[in-house]
């Protein structure tokens, strides 16, 4: 081939590859850019009146609203919300910023997620976002994707699909946009559980002190023993990490003829737990009432102390001279009454749903921890 061909030959293939690259560009559905996803959000997340939470079929799961003092969950009536789960989707979608266009074509919307949340194919989170003068709606189809904190998403009202950086925890279940966790009082607190059944029958079980390993069960009949060591443990540590499944205001509960079992947890530090088992139809039902009582804090530190030495008693009388002089002394039992209070105002007036291996532990009868009698 000529000189003057092959230069002929090489302009051509320039000229085509040129050609290509504009052609694949313009009419390609995905393009990047790094523009906010809601530019308008971050300034205005302090005002957020409002988030309605929607599931596919277009049904309702949370509307979460902002009140003076706290957020909300409208459908479990007005019960306190996962602030948590709302102040990282919020941000998140702040900061979100477009990564790559996808399709705006409606018959590929399901393989992201983001389908029109009232269609049958929907399987994405709609959040309905509301302040004052502004408003936000999005589509939030599969997340996680890309291998990392990335997302499938379509604004209200328009046909392109986008997926943006953001580390986005939806959900589905209105009980996980409620404030699950109840109370953490851990085993090593306890000092006795009494649990008191409707026919009169006791279950009493208690630790000498908190770094007993085990609990004790009181009224073991002669000739029986406990099924294994430490059986009443998971008694003792009900009220450790207990969350609800679900929640219901107490005025609209109805027990029917259910009688309550009344399981009472005292703490060293003088702390009452009560709760009210109501085994009904529809599965266990608890409610709470949270005090402390100054008694139980006395003698429950008389048994975990020690003989002292005479060096200890000196020592034991300056530091209680320093105490008496000081005007800002603390009390202990002042700071357990504090937390008592506080508990039984957030507790107080509600039901709740608690998982079966918590509440399954609060109507245990003594039979339950022992062995066999033919053993």
């Not at 919300?81 to 590929?108: H, M, Y």
């Not at 309905?128 to 604004?155: H, K, L, Q």
């Not at 770094?211 to 073991?220: C, K, R």
């Not at 975990?304 to 209680?320: F, M, N």
Request: no cysteine; proline share 5%.
């Amino acid at each position: 081939m000529s000189s003057r061909g092959l230069l002929t030959l090489l302009i051509a293939v320039v000229l085509l590859v040129v050609v290509v690259f504009v052609v694949s560009t313009s009419d390609s559905p995905e393009r990047a850019t790094s523009e906010l996803l809601l530019p308008q959000l971050s300034g205005k997340l302090n005002e957020i009146e409002s988030i309605t939470v929607t599931a596919p079929g277009d049904t309702t799961v949370a509307t979460l609203r902002r009140g003076a003092d706290q957020w909300t969950v409208a459908e479990a009536s007005d019960y306190p919300a996962n602030l948590g789960r709302i102040r990282q989707n919020l941000i998140a979608l702040a900061d979100a910023r477009i990564v790559e266009e996808k399709t705006s074509n409606p018959e590929f919307y399901d393989r992201l997620g983001v389908v029109d949340i009232a269609d049958a194919k929907a399987t994405g989170t709609q959040l309905e976002i509301a302040a004052p003068e502004f408003s936000a709606t999005v589509i939030v189809g599969d997340t996680g994707v890309s291998g990392g904190n990335m997302a499938y998403v379509r604004r209200s009202g328009e046909p392109q699909s986008l997926m943006v950086s953001a580390d986005l925890d939806l959900s589905d279940d209105r009980a996980e946009w409620l404030e699950r966790d109840l109370m953490d009082i851990s085993s090593a607190e306890v000092h006795r559980v009494i649990i008191t059944h409707p026919d009169g029958e006791l279950l009493s079980l208690q630790k000498d002190s908190p770094d007993a390993t085990d609990f004790s069960v009181a009224g073991v009949p002669e000739g029986r023993e406990l099924s294994v060591g430490g059986v009443a443990n998971s008694i003792g540590a009900v009220l450790s990490s207990l969350r609800l499944d679900e929640v219901a205001p107490e005025a609209t509960f109805e027990a029917g003829a259910a009688e309550p079992v009344i399981a009472r947890f005292e703490t060293f530090n003088g702390m009452v737990v009560q709760a009210r088992v109501y085994p009904v139809d529809a599965g266990v039902r608890v409610s709470f009432e949270v005090s402390a009582d100054p008694v139980l804090a006395d003698n429950s530190s008389g048994l975990q102390a020690d003989a002292p030495s005479a060096e200890a008693d000196e020592a034991g009388d300056e530091a209680l001279e320093g105490a008496e002089a000081a005007d800002d002394a603390v009390d202990p039992f002042a700071t357990v009454q504090a937390e008592a209070e506080k508990l039984n105002q957030r507790l107080q007036g509600w039901i709740y749903t608690l998982p079966s291996y918590k509440s399954d532990q609060l109507t245990k009868r003594l039979e339950d921890l022992l062995d066999s009698e033919d053993s």
